[in-house]
């Protein structure tokens, strides 16, 4: 008889469990909330006029302005912090700004210390501004001696502070009569008077004939007046056949005092009527 003997091996298997739970510490920093910081992101940088940027966080605004030493708003400055001139770096920093038409420009930063070089909308170097931004996000900057532009202001602004930029348009000739380029416009027998109209207000002191110019040998003379958004040249005399040119010059204001850009309008004269 035969007789087979079997042997059953049972094993055992053992399946830990590791233990998982929400910890609200770890996961704040993985996820924070939109209350733990205030991050300024490039795309709303960009938005308010900066072209290259770091992305980190900001405490505060610099609303600065600028004018010549004539006086006159700097339109559009290019604004750039020196490299190495900053205190912290935590912030969001404008590495390049442009400015607006009445000089001003506004920087997102933290308290620090800052080296601003300021150029014209050209490129020009005007100079240098070094900028403090105290804890209290209180502002004192010093000029340095061989800028050839002075500081109107420098104003604090908090991050959703409303700001006041004032009046950031520039004053341009909407129409004229005669147009630009018209030609054989028709003559009266002893005078023309040419009809410029802007699209603001004007300051009617910086408007004569030191602003206006005829273009020499055009007339015997000529006379300018303003009001509101008009300015009249009257060419008394005129040559007739003639090409007529009037330049304005950059010292005209509108009434917020930001300066036209220079420009010139042409038309050529026909017989007398």
Do not use: H, W
């Amino acid at each position: 008889m035969l007789k087979f003997n079997f042997k059953i091996t049972i094993v055992s298997l053992s399946i830990s469990y590791i233990g998982c739970y929400y910890n609200p510490v770890v996961n704040n920093l993985l996820s924070p909330t939109e209350n733990d910081t205030k991050t300024v992101t490039n795309t709303f940088l960009t938005v308010a006029g900066f072209s290259t940027l770091t992305t980190s966080t900001a405490t505060m605004r610099a609303l600065g302005q600028i004018k010549d030493l004539d006086g006159n708003f700097i339109k559009n400055p290019k604004v750039s912090i020196a490299p190495g001139n900053t205190s912290t770096k935590n912030f969001a920093l404008s590495n390049f700004a442009t400015g607006y038409v009445n000089g001003k420009f506004l920087l997102y930063l933290s308290p620090g210390t800052f080296r601003l070089d300021i150029r014209s909308v050209e490129g020009t170097l005007l100079g240098s501004i070094d900028l403090f931004v105290a804890s209290d996000q209180s502002l004192s900057f010093t000029v340095g001696a061989d800028a050839s532009f002075s500081v109107v202001n420098f104003i604090s602004y908090g991050l959703n502070e409303e700001l006041d930029l004032g009046d950031i348009t520039e004053p341009i000739l909407a129409s004229s009569v005669p147009s630009n380029g018209e030609s054989e416009v028709t003559l009266l027998s002893s005078y023309l008077d040419v009809i410029c109209i802007f699209n603001k207000e004007m300051d009617s002191s910086t408007i004569s004939i030191q602003t206006v110019v005829l273009a020499p040998g055009t007339s015997s003379s000529y006379s300018v007046t303003s009001s509101g958004k008009q300015i009249q040249i009257t060419i008394n005399d005129p040559y007739q056949l003639t090409l007529q040119e009037i330049s304005f010059k950059k010292a005209i204001k509108d009434l917020n005092g930001i300066s036209i850009t220079p420009f010139s309008i042409q038309f050529t004269t026909g017989p007398a009527s």
